[in-house]
């Protein structure tokens, strides 16, 4: 029987991870293309033959999205595999209709055929949506981890923008490895605040490797914490599955694929911004989460903010400059910069988008609903040199940085301004450290 010609609808992530756990060696399948979206300058490159297999020493070519029913005619796909996250359900069946009607087969893995078994205790955080305060969560869990003694290996889920030759394994351990591993903004976004609290983080592209590196790193490894991206499912078979949902998108937990696997798969759901959240909102998740995961302990929390220096902020006309993703393809209109801004007295918020500049332009023209608000995009120099470009021109008092890094390390930012962040609180119980409680319990027996 001839293999089947598949195509992987992806975006540099859980598309990589699908080949290689499920494809890659895999002779009942020819994988003839991927396809790219939401992360720009992906199309165009090869998946290189080092990281293909046996099958593949030529590499397999990466194609934009847009090209799919082209390529699904002229490849003679048979079957296309959707594979990556933080879309909505409509989105999803939209893609799902093109496939079928250009007459190949749709589909979508579950975690038999994806999820890696560790030799280690796995802790997974994830989330129904981009934003929702996963990374709070994950830096929360660490510390509970830490205190109780135990060597914390976070490894996060992908985000190979690069060499992904030079990419298929990552280790950081201190800043500067940052700057070796050549990372974009979105990148240290992820991985500084896990090095600045003396946690080891990998990630890169060959999510085996990665794990079996994790297990044995030199500095000792207890745990390993599974850092999610977007609302993907964990890569690795979790002992304790943790998923945030966020109230400020009530619904929104039912509504984006794969956002509810990972709320079906928690044995602990997390609901944030509780603080910040309308009471009907609150009840809406409540009730969602009964719905689909009755067995799951639910934690009430919330996002309490930190500002460096809030007279920069008090009675100034400000500009907010907010994660990326999550503003982009997570749609947030509200992020710690706004309830900063809220909260310590800014006189304004001024709209970035009148002077935005190059790549910058080109985000707000391809996601026009961002609200009062500029993304930290800097998934290459270009974009960073925009970046900077962009906040020079904006006519504001001074600058609230609310991405999990300081942009001032890595661009120059001509005007006052201050970090502020968000850190996960629990409201009564149950809590995190009573599931870690547990679990800890059982790591024993």
Not at 191 to 207: A, K, L, M, Q, W
Not at 330 to 342: P, T
Not at 355 to 363: N, Q, S
Not at 401 to 429: C, F, H, M, Q
Request: glycine letters at 6%; a negative charge; aromatic letters at 8%.
């Amino acid at each position: 029987m001839a293999s089947r010609k598949v195509i992987i609808i992806g975006a540099a992530g859980r598309d990589f991870h699908n080949f290689n756990t499920y494809y890659r060696d895999n002779t009942n399948f020819e994988v003839v293309a991927f396809t790219a979206a939401q992360i720009p300058d992906i199309a165009g490159r090869k998946y290189p033959a080092s990281l293909s297999g046996k099958l593949y020493p030529n590499g397999i070519p990466i194609y934009d999205q847009k090209e799919l029913e082209r390529l699904i005619k002229e490849l003679d796909a048979d079957e296309c595999v959707f594979s990556y996250s933080d879309v909505p359900y409509n989105v999803v069946m939209n893609i799902s209709a093109q496939v079928n009607a250009a007459g190949a087969d749709f589909a979508l893995l579950g975690h038999k055929n994806t999820m890696i078994k560790s030799t280690k205790p796995v802790i997974a955080v994830g989330a129904v949506r981009t934003g929702c305060g996963k990374s709070q969560t994950t830096r929360r869990i660490a510390e509970i981890l830490m205190a109780n003694g135990l060597k914390v290996i976070a490894v996060r889920h992908p985000m190979p923008y690069g060499d992904l030759e030079a990419q298929k394994v990552q280790r950081f351990a201190e800043i500067d490895d940052l700057k070796k591993h050549s990372c974009t903004i979105e990148e240290m976004e992820e991985y500084e605040p896990h090095i600045t609290r003396g946690n080891v983080i990998y990630s890169g592209v060959d999510y085996e490797a990665i794990l079996r590196a994790a297990e044995n790193d030199p500095s000792g490894c207890d745990v390993i914490l599974w850092d999610g991206g977007n609302n993907d499912f964990p890569f690795f078979k979790p002992d304790l599955m943790v998923t945030v949902v966020d109230p400020h998108r009530p619904g929104h937990e039912l509504a984006y694929y794969p956002g509810e696997v990972a709320l079906r798969l928690a044995d602990a759901v997390v609901i944030n911004k509780i603080d910040s959240a309308d009471f009907e909102n609150i009840q809406t998740v409540r009730e969602n989460i009964e719905k689909v995961n009755p067995r799951a302990v639910v934690i009430d929390a919330a996002s309490s903010i930190n500002a460096e220096n809030p007279d920069i902020i008090r009675g100034k006309r400000v500009l907010v400059i907010e994660d990326g993703p999550t503003l982009t393809h997570g749609e947030m209109k509200i992020g710690a910069g706004v309830v900063a801004a809220r909260r310590f007295g800014a006189a304004e918020l001024v709209n970035p988008k009148p002077f935005a500049v190059g790549k910058l332009a080109e985000t707000f023209a391809t996601y026009p609903n961002i609200g009062t608000l500029l993304p930290a995009m800097g998934y290459g120099e270009e974009q960073m040199s925009d970046l900077s470009a962009t906040i020079d021109k904006v006519d504001c008092d001074s600058v609230i940085i609310a991405t999990p890094i300081d942009l001032n390390r890595v661009i120059k930012i001509n005007k006052p301004n201050t970090r502020v962040e968000y850190n996960l609180s629990e409201i009564g119980s149950p809590n995190l450290e009573n599931v870690l409680e547990k679990f800890l319990k059982n790591l024993k027996k």
